[in-house]
T-cell receptor
Framework: SQQGEEDPQALSIQEGENATMNCSYK?????LQWYRQNSGRGLVHLIL?????REKHSGRLRVTLDTSKKSSSLLITASRAADTASYFC???????????FGKGITLSVRP | DTGVSQDPRHKITKRGQNVTFRCDPI?????LYWYRQTLGQGPEFLTY????????KSRLLSDRFSAERPKGSFSTLEIQRTEQGDSAMYLC?????????????????FGEGSRLTVL
């Protein structure tokens, strides 16, 4: 079963614009992570936010977490064509539990 | 290359045949995960090991699937009597547990995957 659900399913933007992707989940979490996957490749970890954190930054990435709404958002600023990929949120319900992934968002950045 | 490596990258087989995939994790990582991913979907958890112990196995995994990590290093995933529905990308990932920063589970490092096509 998939705990996280991303929204929208697909997003197409112009290079230089910001991309915002949302993730909702069902049960309490220990941490939430975002991953990126280029077509036909493995996943690459982008950022991890713990349940007691509200916001985190890494380069052009900004992640927020609202545990009361059981939701997270990933913002990519000043997007580039190379950001074109699928993005997944993944949750860990306990410190020792497995990571459960959502279905993903397909981001297309037009040059 | 010190990342996670998977072999083979592509496998085409006929229905009913057995296939085996191998995963070599990052050497200092004690946890190893297997996921399955079909087109347009997110990775679906199959099983994971801590060292050589298999700690959890998905109920979705039928008894045709078996995974081992005999010496706590590399792992194999075997699928017996393959079916067309087994066609997917099989992803392996590793991590260090516990993680010094989070005190618990941390990020996963994925291999490039093994793509299985069952004819």
């Amino acid at each position: 079963s998939q705990q996280g659900e991303e929204d929208p399913q697909a997003l197409s933007i112009q290079e230089g614009e910001n991309a915002t992707m949302n993730c909702s989940y069902k049960t309490s979490i220990n941490n939430l992570q975002w991953y990126r996957q280029n077509s036909g490749r493995g996943l690459v970890h982008l950022i991890l936010i713990r349940s007691n954190e509200r916001e985190k930054h890494s380069g052009r990435l900004r992640v927020t977490l609202d545990t009361s709404k059981k939701s997270s958002s990933l913002l990519i600023t000043a997007s580039r064509a190379a950001d074109t990929a699928s993005y997944f949120c993944a949750t860990r319900t306990g410190a020792n539990s497995k990571l459960t992934f959502g279905k993903g968002i397909t981001l297309s950045v037009r040059p | 290359d010190t990342g996670v490596s998977q072999d083979p990258r592509h496998k085409i087989t006929k229905r009913g045949q057995n296939v085996t995939f191998r995963c070599d994790p990052i050497s200092e990582h004690n946890r190893l995960y297997w996921y399955r991913q079909t087109l347009g979907q997110g990775p679906e958890f199959l099983t994971y090991f801590q060292n050589e112990a298999q700690l959890e196995k998905s109920r979705l995994l039928s008894d045709r699937f078996s995974a081992e990590r005999p010496k706590g290093s590399f792992s194999t995933l075997e699928i017996q009597r393959t079916e067309q529905g087994d066609s997917a990308m099989y992803l392996c990932a590793s991590s260090r547990y516990p993680n010094a920063g989070t005190g618990g589970g941390s990020e996963l490092f994925f291999g490039e995957g093994s793509r299985l096509t069952v004819l």
